[in-house]
T-cell receptor
Framework: RKEVEQDPGPFNVPEGATVAFNCTYS??????FFWYRQDCRKEPKLLMS???SGNEDGRFTAQLNRASQYISLLIRDSKLSDSATYLC???????????FGKGTRLSVIA | DAGVTQSPTHLIKTRGQQVTLRCSPK?????VSWYQQALGQGPQFIFQ???????QRGNFPDRFSGHQFPNYSSELNVNALLLGDSALYLC????????????FGQGTRLTVV
């Protein structure tokens, strides 16, 4: 079983739609969780950290369920500029390597 | 404040050749990690350097080696290139071995023919 699993998509949604991605992780000792965004042929960039209490940043909401070992990302009111690959990232402790999922590709269509 | 810079941006090599990729970390960062991202995959950890020593290593063969210099910049060397080494190679810098605040360079796209 892979350490971090994501549905690769693609998710094709119209502008204004709400879309949700899930990610599961296998190592119950994992302590930190993130969503990264990667545009085509560019480097990954941190979108947001994910906390047990859930957190929101504008149109983006991230949730963590430790009991079920999954992480979610919700994007409301999708924009064309949200089109990208969203990478789920897990680490055990602050100095262990980032473990990436394969990414979920999102295309927002006009 | 310069971010993480990598060179070259693109590279084409022949099977069996050797390649060196370079990374300058973000100003103030002292830890460099290297990742390999094959097409359609997430980045995979290769190794991490801190205080000029390899501190952690992922599941990559010895053909992959690295170095960190006193100014914290780093090199990734790959010997005896295989077609399967074609990928985007990403450098991430952070502070004092922490990976929670990692910043990525734009990557080097290596094509092996």
């Amino acid at each position: 079983r892979k350490e971090v699993e994501q549905d690769p998509g693609p998710f094709n949604v119209p502008e204004g739609a709400t879309v949700a991605f899930n990610c599961t992780y296998s190592n119950s000792a994992s302590q930190s969780f993130f969503w990264y965004r990667q545009d085509c042929r560019k480097e990954p960039k941190l979108l947001m950290s994910v906390y047990s209490s859930g957190n929101e940043d504008g149109r983006f909401t991230a949730q963590l369920n430790r009991a079920s070992q999954y992480i979610s990302l919700l994007i409301r009111d999708s924009k064309l500029s949200d089109s990208a690959t969203y990478l789920c990232v897990v680490i055990k402790t602050g100095n262990t390597p980032l473990v990436f999922g394969k990414g979920t590709r999102l295309s927002v269509i006009a | 404040d310069a971010g993480v810079t990598q060179s070259p941006t693109h590279l084409i090599k022949t099977r069996g050749q050797q390649v060196t990729l370079r990374c300058s970390p973000k100003s103030g960062h002292d830890t460099v990690s290297w990742y390999q991202q094959a097409l359609g995959q997430g980045p995979q950890f290769i190794f991490q350097y801190y205080e000029e020593e390899e501190r952690q290593r992922g599941n990559f063969p010895d053909r992959f080696s690295g170095h960190q210099f006193p100014n914290y910049s780093s090199e990734l060397n790959v010997n005896a290139l295989l077609l399967g080494d074609s990928a985007l190679y990403l450098c991430a810098s952070s502070l004092v071995l922490s990976t929670t605040e990692a910043f990525f360079g734009q990557g080097t796209r290596l094509t092996v023919v």
